[in-house]
């Protein structure tokens, strides 16, 4: 039996966010702010012992482990890139006005909700991804077990590779990181308190290489 602590650190504000559009596989350039945050969270985390620094392969995220990594004088300046820790993927969705995708979804599958927020809180993650799945006139937006069997993977792999007792850093996306929390950290508010840019949420994971539990231990501190 392995223990391994995971902090997840959603990537700095970017130039879709500002435009409230959905960017899962899509991406966009940091901001000036979202620059300065990856900063500040380096900053933050600059004595903070990580036996390994990961992202996902989404330049967005990259560029802000990047700035994390800078200031903590470790030998490994670019982070190792994984696929399985990218955002959800939102098919045909991706690019568009987020409140006016997840309303034309809860229509489409005449599900009685707005946001993505109601949908989660009435039905589940799942249903959500899954009613945007069928909603998508091209059936490429991920489905919630699709999603959630890659984020698995991506943590086992990491739980395979580190040491007992690692502590480990990944830089990822907001959708996956709620999908953490409300998976694996019932007692934190994930729907009324959407992950931050630069937020961080950890992750205590055990197991074996046959699988893990995961408990989220602290969820979106900026500070």
């Not at 990259?62 to 959800?88: C, G, M, S, W, Y």
């Not at 309303?103 to 009435?122: H, N, P, S, Y």
Request: net charge negative; hydrophobic share 35%.
């Amino acid at each position: 039996m392995k223990t391994i602590t995971i902090d997840f650190v959603r990537h700095g504000q970017t130039i879709f966010n500002t435009m409230d559009k959905l960017q899962g596989w899509a991406d966009s350039p940091l901001t000036a702010d979202g620059i300065a945050t990856a900063d500040q969270v380096g900053q933050l985390l600059q004595d903070t012992k990580y036996q390994s620094y990961h992202s996902s392969d989404l330049k967005r995220a990259i560029d802000t482990a990047k700035h994390i990594i800078q200031p903590n004088h470790f030998l490994q300046t670019e982070p190792e890139q994984h696929e399985d820790f990218r955002e959800v993927f939102f098919g045909s969705y991706e690019g568009l006005d987020f409140h006016q995708a997840w309303m034309a979804v809860g229509k489409d599958q005449q599900l009685g909700c707005k946001t993505q927020a109601e949908i989660i809180q009435r039905y589940s993650f799942d249903v959500a991804r899954d009613a945007m799945h069928a909603a998508d006139p091209r059936h490429l937006s991920e489905d919630g077990a699709t999603f959630s069997s890659r984020v698995d993977r991506g943590i086992q792999e990491l739980l395979t590779e580190a040491h007992d007792g690692d502590r480990l850093l990944v830089v990822t996306h907001g959708t996956l990181i709620r999908s953490l929390v409300l998976r694996y950290g019932p007692d934190f508010d994930a729907l009324g308190n959407y992950p931050a840019n630069g937020g961080i949420t950890t992750l205590v994971a055990q197991g074996t290489d046959a699988g893990f539990t995961g408990k989220v231990t602290a969820y979106n501190r900026v500070n």
